[in-house]
């Protein structure tokens, strides 16, 4: 490889380190072509990237941040990966996570989310928690069911007293 094929390489990990919300080093060794070629769809899917890297050049690219340094270049023996996520972690993880239950030769090294250093542990812990999209839903329905419970006991007192039900709305007829 030449000096600057890797220096381009070290300037690639860092644009894409400091891109990325969260990075996972993974250990992929005994994987085959297509489970990697799923891997990757997945976590395309998932906003985020795997990146196989040499070691010596992740180390060199790591240098300058001692976060990034103690989470994930302490972890780069063998054959590794990078996987950066640019937008939720938490998808990555589980996403990482669920894989790894299917093909055993996928291992979760370590990782780092927003400047803090996550071991296996930590990262298995951050691969149950719901996503945004499930966070979401449940804010909308906490947010809904006291309208929902107020509109009930109003229509309840209502047919108590002799009042009709409030019937649905029917929609307006369209021109």
């Given at each position: 490889?030449?000096?600057?094929?890797?220096?381009?390489?070290?300037?690639?990990?860092?644009?894409?380190?400091?891109?990325?919300?969260?990075?996972?080093?993974?250990?992929?060794?005994g994987?085959?072509?297509?489970?990697?070629?799923?891997?990757?769809?997945?976590?395309?899917?998932?906003?985020?990237?795997?990146?196989?890297?040499r070691?010596?050049?992740?180390?060199?690219?790591?240098?300058?941040?001692?976060?990034q340094?103690?989470?994930?270049?302490?972890?780069?023996?063998?054959?590794?990966?990078?996987?950066?996520?640019?937008?939720?972690?938490?998808?990555?993880?589980k996403?990482?996570?669920?894989?790894?239950?299917?093909?055993?030769?996928l291992?979760?090294?370590?990782?780092?989310?927003?400047?803090e250093?996550?071991?296996?542990?930590?990262?298995?812990?951050?691969?149950?928690?719901?996503?945004?999209?499930?966070?979401?839903?449940?804010?909308?329905?906490?947010m809904?069911?006291?309208?929902?419970?107020?509109?009930?006991?109003?229509?309840?007192?209502?047919?108590?007293?002799?009042?009709?039900?409030?019937?649905?709305?029917?929609?307006?007829?369209?021109?």
């Open positions: 490889m030449l000096r600057s094929e890797k220096d381009a390489d070290i300037k690639l990990i860092t644009e894409k380190i400091g891109q990325a919300k969260g990075a996972f080093v993974v250990d992929f060794k994987m085959k072509v297509e489970q990697v070629t799923n891997l990757r769809k997945k976590l395309h899917a998932a906003e985020s990237e795997m990146k196989v890297v070691n010596t050049l992740a180390k060199r690219a790591f240098a300058g941040n001692e976060v340094t103690k989470a994930l270049a302490e972890h780069l023996t063998g054959t590794n990966a990078i996987v950066f996520a640019f937008n939720e972690v938490v998808g990555v993880a996403t990482l996570a669920e894989f790894g239950k299917d093909v055993e030769a291992k979760i090294k370590s990782g780092m989310m927003e400047g250093a996550l071991d296996s542990n930590k990262i298995k812990f951050l691969a149950t928690l719901p996503g945004k999209d499930q966070l979401r839903a449940q804010l909308l329905m906490l809904k069911e006291p309208s929902a419970r107020l509109a009930r006991v109003l229509n309840e007192y209502a047919t108590k007293n002799g009042a009709p039900a409030a019937a649905p709305a029917e929609e307006a007829p369209q021109a």
